[in-house]
């Protein structure tokens, strides 16, 4: 965990507020903003973009787990919520919007800081989960365009699957371009003619 996080916090009742900021003051980490309500939530969200956000499901104007989806909508963060409910429904909203840790009222500075490390830990490998995916759908769609165009080349020209691969990483590497790059080139002149 870094150790100064950028938090924004939420809640409808100042004293919440006043108390949550003196406790994440006293633990180091800089509060970068406050609402009151779950759109002035998502609307400083988006402005501030701060590194963790704690807030109350319980809010006007928009409660915190919608808030929440709407604030990860724009840009993933951790969030914490906070509750004085125990409500199971609650609690599968909060699953299914991705909330990364659940706090019961009042919220003690020795609840907060294990719900503020698993939040910002576990969001830190959802990251790196995400960023694999997307490195494997990225590698999985270039090698469906690199057959797309060893096809095309052996159906024109009617090399081997060997010579075909082998004459686009030539290209590939006279060219100082990646083969996919290659690929869709071939893809796009074959369109063409």
């Known amino acids: 965990m870094k150790e100064k996080l950028r938090v924004l916090i939420a809640d409808d ?8 900021r ?16 779950g759109q002035a939530a998502v609307d400083l969200a988006h402005r501030l973009k701060p590194d963790l956000v704690i807030m109350d499901i319980k809010m006007p104007v928009l409660d915190g787990i919608d808030a929440s989806k709407a604030i990860t909508g724009d840009r993933p963060v951790p969030i914490v919520l906070v509750t004085s409910y125990s409500e199971k429904q609650l609690a599968e909203r909060a699953v299914d ?17 294990p719900a503020i490390i698993l939040a910002t830990s576990r969001f830190a490998e959802f990251q790196l989960l995400k960023k694999g995916i997307d490195d494997l759908k990225e590698a999985l769609e270039a090698r469906k365009l690199v057959e797309q165009a060893k096809g095309i080349l052996m159906e024109r020209r009617n090399y081997t699957e060997q010579e075909a691969f082998r004459l686009m990483q030539m290209r590939s590497q006279h060219e100082n371009k990646k083969l996919v790059e290659i690929a869709k080139a071939i893809i796009v002149a074959d369109k063409m003619l």
Not at 13 to 20: K, T
Not at 22 to 37: C, I, K, N, P, Y
Not at 97 to 113: H, N, Q, R, T, W
């Open 22 to 37: 003196g406790q994440l003051e006293h633990m180091g980490h800089e509060v970068v903003g406050e609402a009151s309500d």
């Open 97 to 113: 919007a991705g909330i990364f840790a659940y706090l019961m009222k009042p919220v003690s500075e020795v609840d907060l800081l």
């Open 13 to 20: 009742e100042g004293i919440r507020l006043l108390s949550l």
